[in-house]
């Protein structure tokens, strides 16, 4: 099976825009989702089939899809962001995970 | 509204098994696919296992086929992870989780994530 690869930190300033991204092989014909992880919680969905948001996610989070590269994008990050991001794929019938990325919002 | 509650996790020696149960409720747990994930300390999330509604399609992660096995009990709203021959690198918090199934023909779904996690249950095996 292949891997799903993250960068494992991005930091951002109160109200810039984070991107995060995930590279594998298949993206480009499997979806990619989003989950958010604060610390001692358990993982929440944030984004679904690489771009849909689910309801109670805030607007701020968004999803999109280039070739093998899937990313998701926080508008207006604040300080509650601060948390580990996993991107999520599927390769026949496995599921897979990204390594996770620490977003520090400075 | 949907809630997941894990139990059976603890302190275990190298060899041992151990059963996990988790508790679903706030759905109809026999229409829905069921999982598990874990994640060692400081580490990130780890598929383990999925089961179908009914049971008859399962499928395991490399690192634990052949050593968990997942079972779920549609009577009691429980979902199971079997755990035997355990070792130090399996320590970890294990989450119960759903999985929706999309685009699926027959038993075969091409995909698969999660809508809702249990808090999951602290599993260390140690000496």
């Known amino acids: 099976s292949y891997e799903l690869t993250q960068p494992p930190s991005v930091s951002v300033s109160p109200g810039q825009t984070a991107t995060i991204t995930c590279s594998g092989d298949a993206l480009p014909r499997q979806y990619a989702y989003w989950y958010q992880q604060k610390p001692g919680q358990a993982p929440v969905l944030v984004i679904y089939?690489?771009?849909e948001r689910p309801s109670g996610i805030p607007e701020r989070f968004s999803g999109s899809s280039s070739g093998t590269t899937v990313t998701l994008t926080i508008s207006g990050v604040q300080a509650e962001d601060e948390a580990g991001y996993y991107c999520q794929s599927v390769d026949s019938s496995a599921i897979l995970f990204g390594g996770g990325t620490k977003l520090t919002v400075l | 509204q949907v809630q997941l509650v894990e139990s059976g996790g603890g302190l275990v020696k190298p060899g041992g098994s151990l059963r996990l149960s988790c508790a679903a409720s706030?759905?109809?747990?026999?229409?829905?696919?069921m999982g598990w994930v874990r994640q060692a300390p400081g580490k990130g999330l780890e598929w383990l296992s999925y089961i179908s509604s009914g049971g008859s399609v399962i499928y395991y992660g490399d690192s634990v086929k052949g050593r968990f096995t997942i079972s779920r009990d549609n009577a009691k709203n429980s979902l199971y992870l079997q755990m035997y021959s355990l070792r130090a690198d399996d320590t970890a918090v294990y989450y119960c989780?759903?999985?929706?199934?999309?685009?699926?023909?027959?038993?075969?779904?091409?995909?698969?994530?999660?809508?809702?996690w249990g808090q999951g249950t602290l599993v260390t095996v140690s000496s």
């Open positions: 706030g759905f109809t747990f026999s229409d829905y696919y």
């Open positions: 989780a759903r999985p929706r199934a999309l685009d699926c023909s027959g038993n075969r779904c091409n995909q698969y994530y999660f809508d809702y």
């Open positions: 089939k690489n771009t």
